[in-house]
C-alpha cells in the first residue's frame, strides 16, 4: 500500500532496551541508525528520558536517559534525514529539566507514554516539549484493558492540545483485527478536523503485530511503529522489514535492514531473546501484562507451559 502521508518509526533500541536495561553498546545502536537512514525510515527512537531519580545509571545503561553527548556521538555529523526521538513515561521524567530545548538537542520528537487515567499529566508534558520546539505524539498505553467512557474522554482531552499524533498502543499483544479497526476509527472521529494524525505500536503476542498494523493502515492510521527482527520486550514489536516490504513505498530500502539483521540482529538472538513463544501468547489470549511471561522467562521452570496455562486461567478466574 502507498500512501505518500505514511510516516514509519522505528523502535528498536527504544522498546529493544527493555529486555538487556538500556544496555546497548555504541556500535550496535550506530549499526540501527545507519541501517534506517539508509534504508529511508523516517524516525528512530533512540531511547528513553528516564529520571535518574527513579532509575539507577549503574544499573541502566545509557539509552535509559539519552544524553546528548551520547547521542551525537552516535549520529555524528551524518546529515542524514533520519528523524530521532526518545520517549518519556507520565511519573517516570524530570522532563523539566532533562529535555533541553530542541535548538540545544539532536532530537525531533518527544513522544509521550501514558495510562489513561493520567493523560492530563501526558497534556502537561506536551506543552513543555512543544514549547521547546519539538514534535510529539501521545501514546496511550494498555488500551485494551479501559473503558470506552474513559478512552472517549481521554481521546476528547488529546484532541484540544498540542499533540500531533496520537497512537493506539496494543501493549498486551491482545486486540484483534476487529478491534483494531473500531479503535483507529475512534481516534480518527477524535481528531477529525484538527490536523492531527494516529499512529499504531503493535506487540507480537499472538503473532498479529504485522498484521494488525496492515489493518490500522487500511482503516487510516498515519504513523507507524515497528523495529528491526521484531525485537522488543517479550513477543516483540512488528517487524521493520515486513512493513518496509507491505508499504511499497520506493522511499524505502529494504537490503540495508536485511544487512543488519544479517550482521548484527542474528548473533544478538543468541544473547537475548525475544519473540514469539507459548507464555507470551497466553498473556495476549488473556489480555494480561506479559511481566508473567517475562518472569516464567527468566526463571527454571522456562518452558512449564501448562503450569503457566493454568496460572493464567486462575488468575482470570480470580480477577
Not at 530521532?84 to 521524567?93: I, N, R
Not at 511481566?291 to 516464567?296: F, G
Request: aromatic share 10%.
Amino acid at each position: 500500500m502507498f500512501r505518500p502521508q505514511i510516516k514509519v518509526l522505528d523502535c528498536t533500541v527504544r522498546d529493544g532496551g527493555l529486555i538487556n536495561e538500556h544496555l546497548f553498546e555504541d556500535s550496535f545502536v550506530k549499526s540501527v541508525y545507519d541501517a534506517l537512514a539508509a534504508a529511508g525510515i523516517d524516525y528512530m527512537e533512540i531511547g528513553y528520558k528516564g529520571s535518574k531519580k527513579l532509575f539507577s545509571p549503574t544499573r541502566f545503561g545509557r539509552w535509559k536517559f539519552c544524553e546528548e553527548d551520547d547521542i551525537r556521538r552516535i549520529v555524528g555529523d551524518s546529515g542524514s534525514s533520519l528523524k530521532l526521538s526518545a520517549m518519556a513515561d507520565v511519573g517516570k521524567s524530570d522532563y523539566h529539566e532533562d529535555i533541553l530545548p530542541k535548538s540545544q538537542s539532536a532530537l525531533d520528537m518527544i513522544r509521550i507514554a501514558t495510562y489513561v487515567k493520567e493523560v492530563d499529566k501526558a497534556i502537561d508534558m506536551v506543552k513543555d516539549a512543544h514549547d521547546k520546539g519539538y514534535e510529539t505524539t501521545v501514546n496511550i498505553m494498555a488500551v485494551s484493558t479501559v473503558l470506552d467512557f474513559d478512552l472517549n474522554e481521554a481521546l476528547e482531552d488529546l484532541a484540544a492540545s498540542e499533540v500531533e499524533t496520537i497512537y493506539l498502543v496494543d501493549s498486551f499483544g491482545s486486540l484483534y483485527s476487529e478491534q483494531i479497526q473500531y479503535m483507529v476509527k475512534k481516534y480518527l472521529k477524535a481528531v477529525e478536523g484538527t490536523g492531527k494524525q494516529v499512529g499504531i505500536h503493535t506487540h507480537n503476542n499472538q503473532q498479529l503485530a504485522y498484521a494488525n498494523t496492515i489493518e490500522a493502515i487500511i482503516a487510516g492510521a498515519n504513523r507507524l511503529d515497528a523495529t528491526i527482527y521484531g525485537i522488543g520486550r517479550g513477543a516483540g514489536n512488528c517487524p521493520l522489514e515486513l512493513l518496509i516490504g507491505f508499504l511499497k513505498n520506493p522511499k524505502f530500502n529494504l537490503r540495508p535492514v536485511l544487512e543488519a539483521i544479517q550482521t548484527t540482529f542474528v548473533p544478538l538472538t543468541e544473547k537475548i531473546e525475544w519473540g514469539y513463544l507459548i507464555p507470551y501468547a497466553l498473556t495476549g489470549m488473556f489480555n494480561q501484562h506479559p511481566r508473567s511471561a517475562i518472569a516464567l522467562r527468566a526463571g527454571d521452570d522456562r518452558d512449564n507451559y501448562l503450569k503457566f496455562y493454568d496460572e493464567q486461567v486462575s488468575r482470570v478466574d480470580i480477577g
